[in-house]
């Protein structure tokens, strides 16, 4: 069984623990399931069956996990149907998140975002390179991974 924190909304979803989520996926110790708050129809959040706290956490050992959060983001959105042309990843950066456990959230299409939810999740605050090149973290609010 994943490392779990017994207080963690997201480690009881991602472990079968929550009645009121629906786990729309569910491979390779990674659940996927929609937002509460969808900013676009394809509102999903990827999340590890283990406990991370956040982004802040992840080092240059997590590469893996997080090309593996990615590509399983974006080979759900293809088995939705979603515009994978038009597609915004990313991680909250601390404090600017409301559950403390590793999720990164995939929207698509993101040209039907709303102005709040633009800036919610605003793209201006790169802080990940590309992760095949190593991990470099600075602060802000909106952790975005680059291909």
Same mark, same amino acid.
């Given at each position: 069984m994943a490392e779990t924190k017994e207080k963690c909304i997201f480690c009881r979803i991602a472990n079968g623990g929550d009645d009121t989520t629906r786990i729309l996926d569910d491979r390779d110790n990674l659940v996927i399931f929609k937002d509460i708050r969808p900013a676009t129809d394809h509102h999903y959040l990827v999340v590890p069956k283990s406990h991370m706290e956040?982004?802040?956490?992840?080092?240059?050992?997590?590469? &893996?996990?997080?090309?593996k959060l990615v590509s399983h983001g974006q080979e759900f959105l293809e088995e939705q149907g979603a515009d994978v042309s038009d597609v915004r990843m990313g991680f909250h950066?601390? &404090?600017f998140h409301t559950v403390s456990h590793l999720h990164l959230h995939v929207i698509s299409p993101q040209r039907e975002m709303g102005w709040i939810a633009k800036r919610h999740f605003q793209t201006r605050l790169v802080v990940v390179q590309n992760p095949r090149l190593g991990h470099e973290a600075t602060q802000g609010t909106w952790l975005i991974q680059l291909s």
């Open positions: 956040d982004a802040k956490h992840l080092s240059s050992k997590d590469i &893996p996990l997080v090309e950066w601390p &404090p």
